[in-house]
């Protein structure tokens, strides 16, 4: 219950919340909706997409006057944070209180040391994300200027505030192991010598990370823009009937996005704005098949209504290096992610997998032979006959005789007696794309390097549109070995190719057939379908979310398609460009200028959308691609 003065403090807030609105509405058209805009960042950030859609030739002046209202009432109001900012907010003693009889409680369940430390782990993690949760929530709502700050977004995230004002928890030592020690004063409080030696490893972790930090992250986003400079838009409308599937709980991603059904009274065909968005919700739908950047087919770059309406409210037109546009937007956030390890560097998570960071970020993108931390999937589909300890250590699991390894440390998230299907996640650990792949198709592949990635970013504290890693699917995952070239015009068996330019071109066999999805499981696609590519086997699973997408006939056939998708690292991404001038666009250049010279290799300015070799040339920029229509 709110005491008489915390009363006071949130009647004055909404004041002063009033107050901002007033002043914002006496600057933007009345046609802005400010209904339930909070003057967060995130909330200001939509105010100013929307503005820049519906007013764009008003923008720059009245982006101008809402950041002078921000600088004069920063300035007038002479806010400052004080030591008094750092001290707890709540009586934290109860909930530490509370935590050591849980201890108590579930250490006294095991009887091996690293059964007991584990534990401990579990419960240290769950009472570190309790105080976080209590320090935000008795913050809201306040004038606590500090806390304030990291709410709205201006500046540091929440793990900062609890480490300042409540706790920073725990942390780890030099191999990421967890130092056994709940640090229960605060920073603004002042910590114990054995609390303060602990908090050195973290530390130190951040010292180093941020000397190293700005050139890995450069070094990982140049890798980013080579992989995506050739996704250009070349086309209108490509035509596709597949797309993905997207929550419409999450407005923002669903944002700008064009509509592939009809839901409501939302078209099919219509971008999705605030009037088109409500009348989706209206619908009761959960999901709802919208067009992406990863299931375009053009056959070169992407088209213009897959790609969906850009911050203005327009399509991108042709000769649009959306691509490019995307990377840099991942790599800036990326950027600042590993700078930031220095705040948080060496606090522990609950749990032995990374699940944010540059590193992590890195690993996923780049898929390394050795795959630190990898979880374990289901090789083959059946009924997982036990799940028993290794003798090494760790867990082997058995499905239908066949032996699955899962990591020391890494949960098993199966039991006897499951039925599991190819590539079903089997144990904790970062899911490596390659195996997505091998098990699932390229197609699942991107999807889970898309889902994956914008996990991270937001463990990591940072944000990204969910569009850009599209893009970088698009980009990063498009190589096939070609196994046998019956099928594939221009190509030879063992050629690595571009999925998307093999399936613009991919003519069924005569032996394939329509089917429903339930009567398609066990047979391979020969038409893409959703978000699922050529030659992928259909599993229950796949079957059942085609329905729920609408997809009521597939292309299948009892055998899969001349070409197995391929993970290639983003570093030799570019390498594998047919045209020598857009292969030099990488980190090899001598060698890859040697082989164009001894093979003769040649380029093609008319066909290709690679920006290397058309500004070489000076071909197909700026005027000229908008007027001829052409790139």
Known sequence: MLNIDQNIIRIDNLIIMKAVELLVRSIVPDDIDLEGVSFDKKGIGNLMSELATKHPDKYRTISKQLADIGRNESFSRAETITLADMYPTFDKT???????????????????????????????????????????????????????????????????????????????????????????????????????LSSTFGTRKAVISTKEATADAGDLAKQ???????????????????????????????????????????????????????????????????????????????CSKCSGLNNDGKFPKIGESVGITAAHALGE??????????????????????????????????????YPNKATLAEISGRVEKVEEAPQGGTNITIDGKVHYALP????????????????????????????????????????????????????????????????ARGALDHVRVTGADELGGYLPDDLASYNAIASGY?????????????????????????????????????????????????????????????????TATMNEKDWLASLHSSYQAHRLNNAALSGAETNVEENIHFAPRLAFGKGFGDKAEQTGKL
Not at 108 to 117: A, T, V
Not at 255 to 269: D, E, I, T
Not at 337 to 361: D, E, Y
Not at 416 to 445: F, H, M, P, Y
């Open 333 to 370: 956030p990326l950027t600042q992610g590993a700078l930031n390890v220095k705040h948080s560097g060496g606090q522990f998570g609950g749990t032995k997998i990374p699940n944010s960071g540059f590193k992590v970020v890195n690993q996923i993108m780049q898929s390394p032979s050795t």
């Open 94 to 196: 109860k909930v530490l209180n509370q935590m050591k009889v849980e201890l108590k409680k579930e250490e006294s369940k095991y009887k091996k040391p690293e059964d007991k430390k584990n534990a401990r782990a579990a419960v240290f993690a769950k009472y570190s994300d309790l105080l976080e949760k209590l320090t935000v929530e008795s913050i809201k709502g306040t004038t606590h200027n500090l806390g304030n700050s990291v709410i709205s977004g201006a500046r540091g995230n929440k793990g900062q505030l609890k480490s300042m004002i409540t706790t920073p928890a725990v942390y780890t030592d030099y191999k990421d192991n967890m130092i056994d020690m709940f640090i229960e004063n605060s920073y603004g409080e002042g910590l114990r010598p054995a609390e303060y």
């Open 507 to 571: 003519a069924p066999p005569k032996d394939a057939v329509v089917k429903d999805p339930k009567s398609s499981v066990g047979k391979y696609l020969h038409s893409p379908a959703l978000h699922y590519t050529l030659g992928t086997k259909i599993t229950p699973k796949m079957a059942e979310n085609l329905s729920d997408m609408g997809f009521d006939k597939l292309m299948v056939a009892d055998t899969g398609v001349d070409f197995q998708p391929e993970l290639v690292r983003l570093r």
């Open 409 to 472: 440390g890494f949960p098993v998230s199966v039991k006897a007696g499951d039925q599991v299907e190819l590539g079903d996640r089997l144990s904790d650990g970062i899911l490596d794309v390659k195996d997505v792949i091998n098990s699932r198709g390229l197609g699942s592949g991107r999807q889970h390097y898309v889902n994956y990635l914008k996990e991270v970013f937001g463990n990591s504290g940072l944000y990204a549109s969910k569009k850009n890693f599209e893009y970088l």
């Open 224 to 302: 980013m823009v080579q992989s995506v400079a050739k996704i250009v838009v070349t086309e209108d409308d490509c035509g596709t009937t597949n797309g993905v599937a997207l929550d419409v709980s999450d407005s923002e991603e669903l944002s700008g996005r064009v509509l592939q059904r009809a839901y409501g009274n939302a078209a099919a065909g219509d971008p999705v704005d605030k009037g088109v968005y409500k009348a989706v919700k209206a619908s009761g739908r959960k999901r709802v098949l919208a067009r992406s950047p990863m299931t375009c087919e053009s056959r070169h770059g992407v």
